[in-house]
């Protein structure tokens, strides 16, 4: 079944040691997106890529960098994780631009910070 | 700006009672309306959006949402409540000036009494 997957689904990195999520996907879609989740709020949208175009939200941290090396997978880093920085990240992808295409969610990577 | 706001972040049903989670909205411009389901550890998954067209929009799993443009609400209904139903429920708004940004409500968690 053609799906978005992410892995870790549970990851546990140290107080300012860099740590990276991985997200694939095996719909081929054009748009790729993460989000960062808190416990009990909505989901964050932190950046997103259009093929290889990247788009940053205005508010989020420099602390968070993305790679897109290639249609299928997408990459979260975290440069200096903080205890805020704790949370569920979402990875989901759309066929393409535009608010009218469905977005796929991946089942998320849970993120703690010791 | 747009924004969403869902009245009650928890709602109890009791098993085969009517499902009813309320979602209000702020937009500029004609919105797009979406609802999403998020089961515990899992992605979000898509039950229904409105785009255009007609007001009352058929989801996945007996859901059903109508947009009421007067009452700047998109509220959600099922008519007889599943153990299954239990989950996070999100509402979110886009338009034509966000094209490719979704904004989330703060979510409604339904339990489902046997």
């Known amino acids: 079944d053609a799906m978005v997957i992410q892995n870790p689904r549970y990851q546990v990195t140290q107080f300012g040691k860099p740590v990276t999520l991985s997200c694939s996907q095996t719909?081929?879609?054009?748009?790729m997106y993460w989000y960062q989740q808190k416990s009990s709020q909505a989901p964050k949208l932190l950046f997103h890529?259009?093929?290889?175009?990247?788009?940053n939200e205005a508010d989020t941290p420099d602390n968070f960098q993305s790679r897109r090396p290639n249609t299928s997978f997408c990459f979260l880093d975290i440069r200096s994780p903080g205890l805020g920085d704790a949370a569920m990240y979402l990875c989901?992808?759309?066929?393409?631009?535009?608010?009218?295409?469905?977005?796929?969610f991946g089942p998320g990577t849970r993120l703690t910070v010791t | 700006a747009q924004s969403v706001t869902q009245l009650g972040s928890h709602v109890s049903v009791s098993e085969g009672a009517l499902v009813l989670l309320r979602c209000n909205y702020s937009s500029s411009v004609p919105p797009y309306l979406f609802w999403y389901v998020q089961y515990p550890n899992q992605g979000l998954q898509l039950l229904l959006k409105?785009?255009?067209?007609?007001?009352l929009v058929k989801g996945i799993n007996g859901f059903e949402a109508e947009f009421k443009k007067s009452e700047t609400s998109f509220h959600l209904t099922k008519p007889s409540a599943h153990m299954s139903d239990a989950a996070e429920y999100f509402c979110a708004v886009s338009d034509s000036t966000s094209y490719d940004k979704v904004i989330f409500g703060p979510g409604t968690s339904l339990s489902v009494i046997p």
């Open positions: 409105y785009t255009t067209g007609a007001t």
């Open positions: 989901a992808t759309s066929r393409d631009r535009g608010n009218l295409y469905e977005q796929y």
């Open positions: 719909l081929n879609h054009n748009v």
């Open positions: 890529y259009y093929d290889k175009d990247f788009n």
